[in-house]
C-alpha cells in the first residue's frame, strides 16, 4: 500500500473533485489515504503521519497552509504540487490584485477575526505558489486537471517521476 496525504490549502476543491471522477480506477494506485484535510479548518487537525506521498491542492495564502506545509514537507518523502494553483497560484493567485486589507473588509466586514466560532487565520500578504514555501517534488498542471490527466500523473509520479508530469509549465511562465 503507498501511504498518502491529501490538503487543500487555498484551493476551491476542483483538483479534488477532478480525482474522485476516476471512480474505481482509484483502486488501480492502492493508495492509502492516511490523512487529509480541508482548506479551512478550525485550527484543529489530526497529527499528520509519516507518508509516501502528499498532494496539496491550491495556492499558500494563510499562516496556517504555510505551518501545514511545512509539516507535510517534514513527513513525506514526495511532496506534489495537485493542480495549476498549487504549482503557479492560479486563479487563486487573482487576490494578489487587492490588498489584504481590501479583501478583509469586502468578505468580513467589520467580523475580521472571527465569524462565529470559527477561527480566521492570519492571511498572507500574497497568495503563493507551493515551492515558494518548500521544496516541490512534482507539479501537475490543469486547472482543474482532468481525470485522465491525474490518472497518467498518479502512474508516472508513482513509478518515480520528478518535475512537471503534465503539461501546466507554460502557464506559470
Ligand atoms: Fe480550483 Fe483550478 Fe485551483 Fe484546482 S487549479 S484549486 S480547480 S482553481
Redesign the pocket.
Known sequence: MIDVAFY?AH?????T??MLDLGERMNDFRMRVAWAAPTLGDGKYDRIPEVDYAFI???IGLSEHVEIVRELREKSETLVA?????SCG???GLANLHSKEEILEDVFGSAKSSVGDLRIPEMLEFVKPLDSVVEVDCYIG????TPEQIYNAFKAIFEGERGWITSGKSVCE
Open positions: 487543500i484551493g476551491c476543491s476542483g483538483c473533485m477532478s491542492e491550491g495556492g495537485f493542480g495549476i494553483c498549487a492560479g486563479i487563486m490543469g486547472c482543474p486537471p
